[in-house]
């Protein structure tokens, strides 16, 4: 099911030149978990790289996820990159309760202090450029049994941050048919369907462009019936932690 949530008319501002949101749009915002939802565990965590220890089992996990779907851009991702050690740069990285070895990680960034990483690769539209985007790049799983769960729980602990930090929409980007998995999630295309986008931070493959309004997200899973919609926002899962809170980033590599 594709929702298309577009708005076609200019957001309306606050005094600080930020999108007014709305009652209902704040009301959604704080249900990311419903009050009273039933906890469960997972058999690894979540957490926010913090060290250049974490910093490194976060590339290796990513270069060999690459290095299965896209060696040539694999290539290029040994050593941690500079978006790693921005900021504003949030690196989330899955790690297995049993031996602690790496399962999974995913790079976001928002447009608080400067463009998105696609922004140097294609000029996103008007109505995207008053709002609080956060892009999402360099998601990569090991190739493992659990390699789903880990991907869900990276999507939820991403999720989790933008609603905590007043993000308008998460925006991603992906090629052809892994795009598919994100429009089942209920994200829709920036651009016209179909229009694809060389990306210069991908080895310049093309990628689709999508969207995924955050303060929405509970009405139209809900609306939708959608299977993950007790996962996102009907379980606490303590195992993400501190997803939300500010760090500094990470040491570089020697």
Known sequence: MSVDIDPLVRPRLDSAGRPAQSPAWEAARTAA???????????????????????????????????RHVP????????PEPADLLTD????????????????????????????PIEHS?????????????????????????????????????YLHC????????????????DRHYRQLLFVDVFEPGFQVPLRHA??????ILRFEVGTAYQRWCAARHPLTDFMSHT????????????AAPSAAH
């Open 72 to 79: 040539d851009l694999a290539r290029q991702l040994q050593t």
């Open 163 to 178: 609603q905590q930090a007043g993000v308008d929409d998460m925006v991603i980007a992906s090629r052809s048919p892994l």
């Open 236 to 247: 606490a899962h303590p195992d993400l932690l501190g997803v939300g809170a500010p760090a």
């Open 122 to 158: 294609v000029p996103l539209p008007y109505r995207l450029t008053h709002r609080r985007l956060a892009e999402a790049t360099r998601l990569g799983v090991t190739a493992s049994s659990q390699g789903r769960l880990v991907k869900m729980a990276l999507f939820k602990a991403f």
């Open 33 to 67: 978990v419903q009050p009273g939802a039933p906890t469960a565990w997972l058999p690894f965590t979540v957490t926010r790289v913090r060290s250049e220890d974490d910093l490194l089992a976060a590339v290796s996990v990513r270069l060999a996820a690459y290095a």
């Open 89 to 116: 740069t949030v690196i989330l990285l899955a790690r297995s309760k049993l031996d602690g070895s790496p399962l999974g990680t995913m790079r976001f960034q928002t447009n608080e202090h400067g463009p998105l």
């Open 203 to 208: 080895a310049n493959l093309p990628h689709a």
